[in-house]
């Protein structure tokens, strides 16, 4: 069965960190692209930031530059979103994405709640 579990997610205090994780199993990891989606109550979901197969190239959004930090462990077969500097604002339901070459594959996470509240 292929699978993208998240884990991490939690409560926090603003100005906080965090770590996500997201582990893989089922196929290869090392050929999917890998992004973090993240999803408020009654907001849209949010592209966060994505990374590339070898983590050649890295994107983030705007709300996140600065703060956040996306990395791959491809040997084992794990996704990370280190969260630093955390706003209430980034409260929402964090979810993990892979994506194959030309679209063939699209995968996604149950997702895990971060919370950001004093």
């Known amino acids: 069965q292929v699978q993208l579990a998240e884990s991490g997610g939690g409560l926090v205090q603003p100005g906080g960190s965090l770590r996500l994780s997201c582990a893989a199993s089922g196929f290869t990891f090392s050929s999917l692209s890998m992004s973090w989606y993240r999803q408020a109550p009654g907001k849209e979901r949010e592209l966060v930031a994505v990374?590339?197969?070898?983590?050649?190239?890295?994107y983030y959004a705007d709300s996140v530059q600065g703060r956040f930090t996306i990395s791959r462990d491809n040997a084992k077969n794990t996704l990370y979103l280190q969260m630093n500097s955390l706003k209430p604002e980034d409260t929402a339901v964090y979810y993990c994405?892979?994506?194959?070459?030309?679209?063939?594959?699209?995968?996604w996470g149950q997702g895990t709640q971060v919370t950001v509240s004093s």
């Open positions: 990374i590339t197969t070898t983590g050649d190239s890295i």
């Open positions: 994405r892979g994506r194959g070459s030309y679209s063939a594959h699209d995968y």
